[in-house]
């Protein structure tokens, strides 16, 4: 199957800080990526979607300065969290997408990066 | 908005019992998929639901899609240990698209 990577799995950094994550479609290209926020034992949320090339979209109360997302390719998409703060620790996973029919994705998604702001 | 609930929140069986988790959409959708999240791992996609009344097997597992695309199933039969993780729904409609909170399921041997 489809296989998604996302790096780091780990990162520490201290508040003020930026961090970024690469998410990377490795036997594929993605024509969108999304990337979702994940709290403990809850459920995945949406953060943005992304599509090689343009703009991202972002969901209603995401901070779109706070959390920058590029696009370079099919196969890249990363996540800045800038000037991180404790509350931005969480679980982020990004999944890509390929378009299965007229409007069916599947999605893989990446194995997550556990992010801890201290 | 789109509202996406899925129920049960918890389903603790034995192993050999069924389970059953439903998703139920305010808003009629355009596909519906399954997703299983072992502890600790990420979302690993099952199956996409796209017909209205469409039910499909993997094994175990029954996938159902309601006639009005509005709610969908997942069915296991005779649980084993290895089903242990939280089923997500996930339900589009258009471009828009939004996770249940997801079945977090235990099996005892």
């Known amino acids: 199957g489809a296989v998604v990577s996302q790096h780091p799995s780990r990162v520490i950094c201290k508040s003020g800080t930026s961090v970024k994550i690469e998410c990377r479609s490795l036997?594929?290209?993605?024509?969108?990526m999304f990337w979702y926020r994940q709290f403990p034992k809850q459920s995945l949320m949406l953060m943005a979607t992304?599509?090689?090339?343009?703009?991202?979209?972002?969901e209603q109360g995401v901070e779109k300065d706070k959390f920058l997302i590029n696009h370079a390719s099919l196969t890249l998409s990363t996540l800045t969290v800038t000037s991180a703060h404790p509350e931005d620790s969480s679980f982020y996973i990004c999944?890509?997408?390929?378009?299965?029919?007229?409007?069916?994705?599947?999605?893989?998604f990446g194995p997550g990066t556990r992010l801890t702001v201290t | 908005g789109q509202q996406v609930m899925q129920i049960p929140q918890y389903q603790h069986v034995q192993e050999g019992e069924d389970f059953t988790t439903y998703c139920n959409s305010s808003t009629t959708l355009s596909n519906i998929q399954w997703y299983k999240q072992r502890p600790g791992g990420h979302p690993v996609f099952l199956i996409q639901l796209v017909k209205s009344g469409e039910v499909k097997k993997q094994k175990r597992l029954t996938f159902q899609f309601g006639e009005a695309k509005k709610n969908s199933s997942l069915h296991i039969t005779a649980t084993q240990t290895t089903d242990v993780g939280t089923y997500f729904c996930a339900a589009r409609r258009g471009y828009d698209m939004r996770f249940g909170a997801g079945t977090r399921l235990t099996v005892k041997p």
């Open positions: 992304s599509n090689e090339g343009s703009k991202a979209t972002y």
């Open positions: 999944s890509a997408a390929t378009r299965t029919g007229t409007s069916v994705y599947e999605q893989y």
């Open positions: 036997d594929f290209q993605a024509t969108t």
